[in-house]
């Protein structure tokens, strides 16, 4: 093998931002010349799903790679044999306590032992650093494991860098109907404040940062800032005329809060089904953790790696309204 060649490690390949990943990492391995080996990792339940894809695709050049790998993430054997070699490490995994803390852990210890240079967290998120503990649960897992992954590293006395990228919300979520944009009854919806910024950037741009990150030939920092958008609910509203040509109205729901105390209320009575990563209470802290406005980046690092062109919302905003009055219109039978 060339020892130009840098094997990136990617783990929930699988999943849609971890597909996004490894191709990013194999375009922008052609884009710069750079020999490169993705090691897709998917869990050994989904062993079809790596016989299913065609390593590197089927335009990929010997010098680009990507094998896909199962593995059995509670095994140290598995992870230690899949980070053989590693450049870098990237977390592109989803899920509770056991994935987020117990399962990254490993995953960093596995990379630390190979000798990798970074580690990439599952974090893809609102710089939470900022928020309060216990303003949103699964935040909060995240910010466990940096306290563990911190207190390994020193332990180990290792070198590797542990980088975290903020990039806000996924783009995408303004395309559901439930945030910010309300195309059914076209409204701009809010809690708190109307002038509150907020932070999007689509999986897309999150995957080439990723990529971009992983294949750094320079030191990294603890953490990157970026965004693809920002916008108030105000400048929403402005967005959504200019796209769609239809005047939206603006509404706020409650204030910050009465939405805590909603959430509470929630907690309570509807605390949803032990392990789920995403009952609705927790739904509504991502809103309420955005609505505070206090995890806004002090900068922003869009600059910092060249070939990323950052999206806005125009081309998701205008397919969902147009999703939606196409639904409207349909003749009930």
């Known amino acids: 093998m060339n020892d130009r060649r840098r094997i990136i490690v990617v783990a929930g390949a699988s999943g849609n931002l971890g597909k996004l990943v490894c191709d990013a990492?194999?375009?922008?391995?052609?884009?710069?010349?750079?020999?490169?080996?993705v090691r897709g990792l998917v869990r050994k339940s989904r062993a079809h799903v790596a016989s299913a894809v065609p390593p590197g695709g089927p335009a990929s050049p010997p010098e680009q790679q990507l094998t896909l790998e199962p593995v059995d993430y509670d095994s140290d054997d598995d992870l230690n044999r899949a980070c053989a070699?590693?450049?870098?490490?990237?977390s592109a995994l989803q899920g509770h306590e056991h994935v987020i803390v117990g399962v990254q852990s490993r995953l960093l210890e596995a990379a630390i032992k190979a000798g990798a240079r970074r580690f990439i967290p599952s974090d893809y998120s609102l710089d939470f650093t900022k928020l309060a503990v216990g303003a949103n649960r699964n935040f909060d897992l995240r910010r466990t494991f940096h306290q563990w992954a911190e207190e390994l590293i020193q332990r180990s006395n290792s070198t590797i860098e542990f980088t975290t990228l903020f990039q806000g919300a996924f783009t995408e979520l303004l395309g559901t109907g439930w945030v910010v944009f309300d195309?059914?009854?076209?409204?701009?919806t809010y809690f708190g404040s109307p002038e509150t910024t907020l932070q999007f950037t689509t999986i897309a741009n999150t995957a080439e940062l990723t990529a971009a990150v992983a294949l750094d030939p320079s030191p990294t920092p603890r953490k990157l800032l970026v965004a693809g958008t920002r916008l108030t609910p105000k400048e929403a509203q402005q967005i959504a005329r200019r796209v769609t040509g239809v005047d939206f109205g603006l509404k706020r729901l409650m204030s910050v809060g009465m939405l805590h105390a909603v959430i509470a209320l929630l907690l309570f009575f509807k605390p949803g089904k032990k392990g789920e990563v995403m009952p609705i209470w927790v739904q509504m802290q991502y809103a309420y953790c955005m609505a505070l406005g206090a995890a806004l980046p002090e900068r922003l690092d869009n600059d910092r790696y060249q070939g990323i062109r950052w999206t806005g919302p125009?081309?998701?905003?205008?397919?969902?309204?147009?999703?939606?009055?196409?639904?409207?219109?349909?003749?009930?039978?």
């Not at 922008?28 to 750079?34: I, K």
């Not at 195309?183 to 701009?188: A, G, L, N, S, T």
């Open 85 to 90: 070699g590693a450049y870098s490490v990237v």
């Open 314 to 333: 125009d081309d998701v905003v205008r397919k969902a309204f147009d999703a939606a009055s196409t639904s409207v219109a349909q003749p009930r039978r």
């Open 183 to 188: 195309y059914k009854k076209r409204r701009v």
């Open 25 to 37: 990492l194999l375009s922008r391995a052609r884009t710069d010349g750079q020999p490169v080996l």
